[in-house]
């Protein structure tokens, strides 16, 4: 395994940023400094390119790359710059947040097939609403919209590199995928795994912690000891590491659904010491739990609960 730290300024592009998620719709364009970003070598044609702000996923297919996920708006030219100008032939979404298709409209422009669960493009192509910041983000342009759809799961060979995809229900969002580079070992959960930053359910759009937990069975399933599993931000995983984190969520999923039949709300979970069970440090408690509950509350019906 080696690792690439190279972080010299690669060139300077001028890039739109999207309207819709700087808030506005007509934002004047900005000059970006696109660097080559660093990455780490997972095998002989795959590398996880890192700080887009997440992790990206790239396998060098001989005639062009594929992606899984492009980075932000503002950093999608950077992981462009870092691919030594080999041109993105395909990029698979893993869920519809910016931070994973911010590079959509950069490299659907450029040609690149853009695959996603049916869900993520829905997201994409109407204008929503956002409770935890009270703003709206608008449709995306039709260049930034996914191109190829799926329910439920499908496969694609690659150059010499066979690839599955599917979705994992209702775990972060309503459309999270995976994608497994089955030949390389590799496989690419977006923030359905969340080793460093506080787990996220987007509760909204139909994320829920029971949905983490069946995702995260899924995922085990699916990966075996030398899998090299890839999330959405923070450190490759292995398939011992990805258990522990299911353990954990299996573990605050049995008690906050059950203090969620009884009634009692984020703050009560908090003061009742619930985070303190598992070997975690939360970055924001409130919020996590906070999120926790909203997603509990939206999905009683799915663990027999009668709320009080
Ligand atoms: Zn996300």
């Given at each position: 395994?080696?690792?690439?730290?190279?972080?010299?300024?690669a060139?300077?592009v001028?890039?739109p940023l999207?309207?819709?998620?700087?808030?506005?719709?007509a934002?004047?364009?900005?000059?970006?400094?696109?660097?080559?970003l660093?990455?780490?070598?997972?095998?002989?044609r795959?590398?996880?390119?890192?700080?887009?702000?997440?992790?990206?996923?790239?396998?060098?297919?001989?005639?062009?790359?594929?992606?899984?996920?492009?980075?932000?708006?503002?950093?999608a030219?950077?992981?462009?710059?870092?691919?030594?100008?080999?041109?993105?032939?395909?990029?698979?979404?893993?869920?519809?947040?910016?931070?994973?298709?911010?590079?959509?409209?950069?490299?659907?422009?450029?040609?690149?097939?853009?695959h996603?669960?049916?869900?993520?493009?829905?997201?994409?192509?109407?204008?929503?609403?956002?409770?935890?910041?009270?703003?709206?983000?608008?449709?995306q342009?039709?260049?930034?919209?996914p191109?190829?759809?799926?329910?439920?799961?499908?496969?694609t060979?690659?150059?010499?590199?066979?690839?599955?995809?599917?979705w994992?229900?209702?775990a972060?969002?309503?459309?999270?995928i995976y994608?497994?580079?089955?030949?390389?070992?590799?496989?690419?959960v977006?923030?359905?795994?969340?080793?460093e930053r506080?787990?996220?359910?987007?509760w909204?759009?139909?994320?829920?912690?029971?949905?983490?937990?069946?995702?995260?069975?899924?995922?085990?399933?699916?990966?075996?000891?030398?899998?090299?599993?890839?999330?959405a931000?923070?450190?490759?995983?292995?398939?011992a590491?990805?258990?522990?984190e299911?353990?954990?969520?299996?573990?605050?999923?049995?008690?906050?659904?059950l203090?969620?039949?009884?009634?009692?709300?984020?703050?009560?979970?908090?003061e009742?010491?619930?985070?303190?069970?598992v070997?975690?440090e939360?970055?924001?408690?409130?919020?996590?739990?906070?999120?926790?509950?909203?997603?509990?509350?939206?999905?009683?019906?799915?663990f027999?609960?009668?709320?009080?």
């Open positions: 395994m080696t690792t690439d730290r190279r972080t010299f300024i060139g300077l001028t890039m999207l309207g819709s998620l700087a808030g506005c719709a934002s004047p364009s900005r000059s970006v400094r696109a660097s080559v660093p990455s780490q070598a997972l095998g002989d795959i590398r996880v390119i890192t700080g887009a702000p997440g992790n990206v996923v790239a396998l060098n297919a001989g005639d062009g790359v594929l992606l899984v996920d492009g980075g932000s708006p503002e950093l030219p950077s992981v462009r710059a870092s691919l030594a100008g080999a041109r993105v032939r395909t990029l698979f979404n893993t869920h519809y947040h910016a931070d994973q298709t911010g590079g959509n409209a950069l490299f659907g422009k450029d040609g690149a097939a853009i996603a669960h049916e869900i993520t493009r829905q997201w994409l192509a109407t204008d929503y609403y956002v409770p935890a910041d009270d703003r709206w983000v608008k449709a342009p039709a260049p930034a919209l191109t190829a759809t799926f329910r439920q799961k499908g496969e060979k690659v150059g010499a590199e066979s690839i599955e995809y599917g994992l229900i209702e972060h969002t309503r459309g999270d994608v497994y580079f089955r030949d390389s070992n590799v496989l690419a977006g923030d359905v795994a969340s080793p506080d787990p996220v359910h987007d909204y759009t139909g994320g829920w912690l029971g949905g983490r937990v069946d995702a995260l069975d899924d995922l085990l399933a699916l990966a075996n000891e030398n899998t090299k599993i890839v999330p931000y923070g450190p490759v995983m292995s398939r590491q990805l258990q522990v299911r353990d954990m969520m299996q573990k605050l999923y049995d008690r906050t659904t203090l969620t039949t009884q009634g009692r709300s984020a703050q009560d979970m908090l009742a010491g619930v985070l303190k069970e070997d975690r939360f970055k924001d408690p409130y919020r996590f739990l906070y999120d926790v509950c909203k997603g509990h509350w939206a999905h009683y019906t799915n027999g609960g009668n709320i009080v």
